[in-house]
């Protein structure tokens, strides 16, 4: 497996407080991808990094930034949660941006739920 | 009306049955389709990846695409209760993993 850890794995919390989750990878990838998954939608995309401090929104970025100052960490925060980012949370990575021979390998996600 | 749409199942079936599993798409400029297998309480890991059109297989799994009529297929020959799993479609108008818009998914059951 692709050594991509998300923390923590599950997370209960109130309206209104910040949140940040973290994935870390001991691949060296270049690329790092934050998505959510939801019940009837499928995976989208929130955020993802192409390089230490470079970054871009995805389809779901509203209510979410994001950060990544080292290689092998990509932090997602909320920064006042909502009841709508109940969901859970994947990480992925990849050595290249495009996916023909060097697709995305995914983290095991984090469940989040915000009361 | 969704870019990609999928029958969330859940589909079960006989040990050794083939399996088929489908997705309809809207957007005729998507050219890339992929097929990820989702275990539960794991993350997606990709099983199957076409460009453009025609047929590709990978030992029990064959992947289809018709882009004329905006339909792909995954069939699953030989299934195994190891095969139970949600499988996502997904797809992108260029290569690039930023642009992937996926399916909501299919659960397969396979009953041993």
């Known amino acids: 497996d692709a050594g991509i850890t998300q923390s923590p794995r599950h997370k209960v919390t109130e309206t209104g407080t910040p949140v940040t989750l973290r994935c870390h990878q001991t691949?060296?990838?270049?690329?790092m991808y934050w998505y959510r998954q939801d019940p009837g939608h499928g995976l989208r995309l929130i955020h993802y990094?192409?390089?230490?401090?470079?970054?871009d929104k995805g389809e779901v970025s509203d209510g979410y930034s994001v950060s990544r100052s080292k290689t092998e960490d990509f932090l997602l925060t909320l920064e006042s949660a909502t009841s709508s980012q109940t969901s859970v949370y994947f990480c992925?990575?990849?050595?290249?941006?495009?996916?023909?021979?060097?697709?995305?390998?995914f983290g095991d996600g984090t469940r989040l739920s915000i009361l | 009306q969704k870019e990609v749409e999928q029958d969330p199942g859940p589909l079960s079936v006989p040990e050794g049955a083939i399996v088929s599993l489908n997705c309809t798409y809207s957007?005729?400029?998507?050219?890339?389709f992929m097929w990820y297998r989702q275990y539960s309480r794991k993350g997606p890991e990709l099983l199957m990846y076409?460009?453009?059109?025609g047929n590709k297989e990978d030992g029990r799994f064959t992947a289809q695409v018709d882009k004329s009529s905006k339909y792909i297929s995954l069939f699953i020959r030989d299934s195994q209760p190891s095969d139970s799993a949600t499988y996502l479609c997904?797809?992108?108008?260029?290569?690039?993993?930023?642009?992937?818009?996926f399916g909501s998914g299919t659960r397969l059951s396979i009953r041993p």
């Open positions: 992925a990575i990849s050595e290249s941006p495009g996916q023909s021979n060097q697709p995305q390998h």
């Open positions: 691949e060296n990838h270049r690329y």
């Open positions: 990094s192409y390089g230490v401090k470079d970054t």
């Open positions: 957007n005729s400029a998507f050219q890339y």
């Open positions: 076409t460009y453009s059109s």
């Open positions: 997904a797809m992108s108008t260029d290569s690039s993993a930023s642009k992937i818009i």
